[in-house]
């Protein structure tokens, strides 16, 4: 499945470079708080619910067979967290991932590969997912989609932005991607 299915399942498409100023996410739009697992979380205009995902442990340790859980804040009901459904997690939001070596993960969303995310044991002593931001790896924070007009099967996407933070400066980084 290509990059442009993965996102039109769920109201989303392709992803490609360019330049552009630099704009915030939209005032409305909640940010997740509350979850020391959180790494990071992915919104889109049609709503407030908000993706997120977390570093998935078991007995204490990362889970090796499932180190991101990925899951709904919905919080244009009630702001009560739901699982993806099938669709959603085979197809579009669900995470693949790779073993690297010991604390570290090569990631990626299951239907897009281009997109290359890494999930680290930091100096910090913290897990984070990494990603190109910019042309420097950064930690991801953020994913943010601007759709306009379009369907649910094949949405009008204007831009998708990447928001992070540059780990050597600790200075927070975005860059715009458009479709």
């Known amino acids: 499945m290509n990059f442009r299915n993965f996102f039109s399942v769920l109201g989303i498409v392709t992803i ?3 330049s552009g100023s630099l704009q915030a996410q939209p005032a409305n739009f909640p940010v997740p708080s509350g979850n020391g697992n959180q790494l990071f979380f992915l919104q889109r205009t049609p709503n407030v619910n908000t993706i997120v995902c977390e570093l998935n442990y078991k007995d204490g340790k ?9 899951f709904w804040i919905r919080y244009g009901e009630k702001g ?8 959603q ?10 073993k690297i070596s010991e604390n570290q993960y090569e990631l990626n969303f299951i ?24 042309k420097k790896m950064c930690i991801l924070n953020r994913m943010y989609l601007e759709i ?24 927070p980084v975005k860059e715009k991607l458009k479709i």
């Open 80 to 87: 009560q967290r739901q699982e993806l459904n099938y669709i």
């Open 16 to 18: 490609q470079l360019i």
């Open 89 to 98: 997690r085979t197809f579009a939001y669900g995470i693949k991932h790779r």
């Open 111 to 134: 239907s897009y590969k281009k997109l290359k995310m890494y999930l680290l044991l930091a100096a910090d002593g913290k897990f984070h997912v990494y990603s190109m931001i910019n």
């Open 148 to 171: 306009r007009g379009g369907t649910f099967w094949s949405p009008n996407v204007e831009y998708v932005e990447l928001s992070g933070t540059d780990p050597a400066l600790n200075q």
């Open 62 to 70: 990362v889970d090796p067979s499932e180190p991101v859980h990925v």
